[in-house]
């Protein structure tokens, strides 16, 4: 009998898709003037781990153009460059926790913060964490701060 009345408590079923969210540093830089190249190293609890960032055209959605108004229209976009550059290190065992991270450019000078990963729940809280990350932005002097 107690399985009965307890069986219909459980909520809806919560359909979650499986796709996949890479755990790492992403890099923001918007002034990529003389830049050409990344490397990332990142240090927790006396672990470093130094990985090439590959960066690539940074892109934004442009102007919206619909047809129409009613219930057929349709709406689009393009992406378009901002001219600023971005790029994603993989670091699979990255902790939720304070890490120091040093991205060194074509000049090879040494750019240093502290940060702390977070996860996120991509899909909503119903489908559990993912992660961790944390995004970083590369300032005009090639300083680093969290997005």
């Known amino acids: ?6 069986a219909g408590c459980a909520g809806p079923e919560v359909a979650c898709p499986a ?6 540093i992403g890099l923001s830089i918007p002034s990529p003037a003389g830049i ?6 990142a240090c927790w609890r006396g672990r470093c781990v130094t990985n090439p960032v590959g960066l690539y055209p940074e ?30 290190a993989s670091i699979p065992d990255l902790p939720a926790e304070p890490v120091r991270v040093t991205v060194r450019f074509d000049d090879g000078w040494p750019h240093t913060v502290e940060v702390t990963p977070s996860f996120a ?20 002097g090639h300083e680093l701060r969290v997005r």
């Open 121 to 140: 729940e991509p899909n909503g809280p119903a489908c559990g964490k993912a992660g961790p990350q944390v995004q970083l932005v590369a300032g005009a």
């Open 59 to 88: 892109t934004a959605a442009g102007a919206t153009t619909c047809t129409g108004t009613g219930p057929d229209s349709s709406c689009g976009t393009s992406m378009v460059p901002t001219g600023g550059l971005q790029g994603f």
């Open 19 to 24: 796709i996949g969210y890479a755990v790492g």
């Open 36 to 41: 050409s190249r990344a490397t990332l190293e």
């Open 1 to 6: 009998m107690l399985v009965a009345v307890t």
